[in-house]
């Protein structure tokens, strides 16, 4: 009997399999579980008075006070504020995007030309979108909105330290530092 070579083209006996990945998808008890959590840690940020350092001297503070911003009480700025005809490249800033349905600090972020740190990519805005599109599959309301802080430092180093500051102390979940927090259902 002759030994029979095998034909790198014949492909007929193989069956082709495509891997398809898993849509994931958060229940809508476990998305509300999980805003609740949010909420819930946020509302005691805001009702918690900071600790005041005594000082031994009348010196002015040469930085701003994290503790003196509250994001919830700036004045809510629609979502498309970034599409509006603007003059110039805008200012120093914090920014803040909030879910003021519930209401949810989502994101605090920092820029130095306000009027164009949102056109084009932002991370942020994918996480938005797959945050809005889970909340109208479950039929959940929202009302993604920003406000802005205007009194940032204009240098570079400083506001990045506050912008910092403000992160760890509300745990915004779409901010990377605090993923390990709330973990990252909309990355």
Known sequence: ME????????????????????????SCDALVAWK??????????KVSQPAV????????????D????????????????????????GEAC?????????????????TRKSNQRWKGTHDCKRYLSYYENLHRTHQLKTAICMTFWWEAPIA???????ESALIAKWKSPFNKQNWDVWGTPFV
């Open 3 to 26: 030994p029979e070579q095998l034909s790198l083209f014949d492909i007929q006996s193989e069956p082709v399999f495509k891997s398809q990945q898993p849509t994931l998808s958060m």
């Open 36 to 45: 609740t959590r949010i909420f819930e840690y946020q509302q005691q940020v």
């Open 53 to 64: 350092q005594q000082t031994l001297f009348d010196l002015t503070p040469t930085h701003v």
């Open 66 to 89: 994290p503790d003196s911003i509250d994001p919830f009480s700036l004045t809510l700025q629609p979502m498309s504020f970034y599409r509006m005809p603007v003059d110039g490249p």
């Open 94 to 110: 914090l920014y803040f995007v909030i879910d003021n349905a519930m209401p949810l600090l989502l994101y605090v972020g920092e």
């Open 156 to 162: 570079t180093k400083p506001r990045q330290q506050l």
